[in-house]
Nanobody, 125 residues
Framework: VQLQASGGGLVQAGGSLRLSCAAS????????LGWFRQGTGKEREFVAA????????FYEDSVKGRFTISRDNAKSTLYLQMNSLQPEDTAVYYC???????????????????WGQGTVVTVSS
């Protein structure tokens, strides 16, 4: 599957952005999907995920209550609605997919199989 992330940009603290990740080349509904981010000089970190066939989302603690992950299987698109953005949310955001990932490995980047190219989110104070 190929992934194409979009929707990043520059926003002031407290603002909102919605990221999208369009998928092609695979049966979208059969994939677990996730978002990671990587700040300058930092390791790639887990943000949120949705397992295939399971509507319950998983979030990194710092984004709970502010970010919402969702998927539209008919459009083969993954979303990340980001509200109340803070400067510490500044990063390159990557979407990812896997058909085989297990629950205990959702937060591990190397456990995911397919990655989009990343979209830059910059939050000014």
């Amino acid at each position: 599957v190929q992934l194409q992330a979009s929707g990043g940009g520059l926003v002031q603290a407290g603002g909102s952005l919605r990221l999208s990740c369009a998928a092609s080349g695979g049966t979208f509904s059969g994939y677990s999907l996730g978002w990671f981010r990587q700040g300058t000089g930092k390791e790639r970190e887990f943000v949120a995920a949705l397992r295939w066939g399971n509507s319950n989302p998983f979030y990194e603690d710092s984004v709970k209550g502010r970010f919402t992950i969702s998927r539209d299987n008919a459009k083969s698109t993954l979303y990340l609605q980001m509200n109340s953005l803070q400067p510490e949310d500044t990063a390159v955001y990557y979407c990812t997919a896997s058909r085989t990932i297990i629950l205990s490995s959702l937060r591990v980047p190397s456990s995911w199989n397919y990655w989009g190219q990343g979209t830059v989110v910059t939050v000014s104070s």
